[in-house]
């Protein structure tokens, strides 16, 4: 398995503009995770899927974020509009069943927003 | 929600001393415990786990121990070695309920000098 992918691998854009990560799950695993990551803050949950369907999305910062799982084999977090404050490394991780499972993570997105 | 701390932030060892990381956790609920290792500038990687039904457990130089009445786990690294050196994660959670956030401590940076 190629295990979890996500791209991009980094993105650089201007503040104001439109910005979509992808990840693509371990095949099999039903839970998906959305992570930010910086030095202040750590790892922070964004939100989770289970079977495709939204759990958690407590951790959202603001209404700028959005994310969506249209199957089990794709997801999607946008942040739209995008400020400088979101620069950080986004990771996306899946398992299989919620809790108690390892959690396989993805590469990250570093993303930069000038 | 569960709250996690972790101690200390940053760690310098020789190579070939032992360290220990320690993490508390607030929800007395959290019955499953994992352990990251994140090197520089890659993914966060389960390194070794435990559950509240066992007090240690160990996996050739690691090693995690555990406490429930005192709400603390700790890992435990011996014999030291360069590529030892990294960001270390604590997290926990209560894998029965219907909560399924793994809550991740700050992290400490082992340096581990040659």
């Known amino acids: 398995d190629a295990g979890v992918i996500q791209s991009p691998r980094h993105e650089v854009t201007e503040m104001g503009q439109e910005v979509t990560l992808r990840c693509k799950p371990i095949s099999g695993h039903n839970s998906l995770f959305w992570y930010r990551q910086t030095m202040m803050r750590g790892l922070e949950l964004l939100i989770y899927?289970?079977?495709?369907?939204?759990?958690?999305d407590s951790g959202m910062p603001e209404d700028r974020f959005s994310a969506k799982m249209p199957n089990a084999s794709f997801s999607t977090l946008k942040i739209q509009p995008s400020e400088p404050r979101d620069s950080a490394v986004y990771f996306c991780?899946?398992?299989?069943?919620?809790?108690?499972?390892?959690?396989?993570f993805g590469p990250g997105t570093r993303l930069t927003v000038t | 929600g569960e709250n996690v701390e972790q101690h200390p932030s940053t760690l310098s060892v020789q190579e070939g001393d032992s360290a220990v990381i320690k993490c508390t956790y607030s929800?007395?609920?959290?019955?499953?415990f994992p352990w990251y290792k994140q090197e520089l500038g890659k993914r966060p990687q389960l390194i070794i786990d435990?559950?509240?039904?066992?007090g240690e457990k160990k996996d050739q130089r690691i090693a995690v121990t555990l406490n429930k009445t005192a709400k603390h786990f700790s890992l435990h690294i011996t014999e030291t070695q360069p590529e030892d050196s990294a960001v270390y994660f604590c997290a926990a959670i209560n894998s029965g309920g219907s909560n399924y956030k793994l809550t991740f401590g700050k992290g400490t940076l082992l340096t581990v000098n040659p």
């Open positions: 991780a899946s398992t299989l069943g919620l809790a108690g499972y390892e959690q396989y």
């Open positions: 929800d007395s609920a959290s019955n499953y």
């Open positions: 435990i559950r509240s039904n066992v």
């Open positions: 899927f289970n079977n495709n369907v939204p759990i958690d």
